[in-house]
């Protein structure tokens, strides 16, 4: 914009310029048109002085001093109409020349408009793009922080069963540490989860803790619940050493939960498991309920 601008003032200065340059041979024209016709009247009076003169030597210096200046003047004026002829015709460049600048510079006024209009689009779609990329980010933060606690709770899971599974070991009386050890390691095998009620089961405080513990037998705290006869087949066969207290409780009753104060709840000969499937706890429900 700023080199078309200037183009288009330096034209204006040429043209300027050649304009009076113009004005300058127009007067030398005319000031030579006026020798010239001068040196014509010159001519005539010299014509007219020869012939009242008788001295031929006086004559023929006038006459060819009028010669040399009528061919010097002619000469002069003959340069002036080449000059003027180039004048003109670089005058005829430069207004084209002009025109030209002024139609490109009309081009480049649309390309700036739509250059803006581009810039105004790219600058709203930027600030879009940064809105989405916070969003993206805190949406990021939130993931993070939950895959952390979810992280945390899994270890914290993993290090409450290690804790059981050595209150298992410890018991030592039927191997059963040793067969939940190879229940875990064979797991793909099972049709369903096994359960064992020391390993899985919990209760909401000490009270509770203690109240549970009176009702149920030991041996019942590390028998092993499983969702079909095929599974318990797996693990209670020949081929093992360990002789496990087991059971089966069919999916159906997975779940089932009486709701009842513990001083309501006494042992009876059916104990039935629910499974919580988000952490993989079982709780121990106990039930015969007195009404």
């Known amino acids: 914009m700023d080199r078309l601008q200037s183009a288009v003032k330096e034209t204006d200065k040429q043209i300027e310029q050649l304009r009076k340059k113009n004005e300058k041979k ?32 006086l ?18 004026n003959d340069n002036w109409e080449i000059e003027m002829e180039g004048m003109k015709k670089q005058v005829e460049r430069v207004r084209e020349n002009l025109a030209e600048a002024k139609e490109e510079l009309k081009g480049y006024e649309k390309f700036k408009d739509e250059a803006a209009r581009k810039a105004q689009k790219l600058a709203e779609d930027d600030e879009k793009l940064c809105h989405t990329e916070e969003q993206l980010q805190s949406e990021e933060r939130k993931l993070t922080a939950e895959r952390n606690k979810i992280r ?23 191997m059963a540490d040793e067969a939940w050890r190879w229940y875990q390691a064979n797991r793909s095998k099972f049709r369903h989860p096994v359960h064992v009620p020391i390993l899985h089961m919990t209760v909401p405080d000490a009270k509770s803790a203690m109240l549970l513990e009176n009702l149920i037998a030991v041996r019942d705290l590390q028998m092993f619940i499983f969702g079909c006869k095929e599974d318990e087949a797996l693990l209670t066969d020949r081929k093992h050493q360990w002789k496990l207290n087991s059971t089966v409780i069919p999916r159906s009753q997975v779940g089932f939960a009486v709701s009842c104060p513990m001083s309501s709840v006494r042992l009876c000969r059916s104990v039935v498991y629910a499974t919580s499937a988000r952490y993989f706890r079982t709780y121990l429900f106990v039930f015969s309920v007195n009404h």
């Open 26 to 57: 127009a007067n030398q024209k005319e000031e030579y048109t006026e020798k010239h016709n001068d040196a014509v009247r010159n001519i005539h009076k010299i014509t007219d002085e020869i012939n009242t003169l008788k001295d031929r030597d």
């Open 152 to 174: 945390d709770e899994e270890r914290n899971l993993e290090r409450a069963m290690e804790g059981r599974v050595r209150a298992l070991e410890n018991l030592r009386s039927n």
């Open 59 to 76: 004559y023929e210096d006038k006459v060819r001093n009028a010669d040399e200046r009528f061919r010097r003047l002619k000469a002069q």
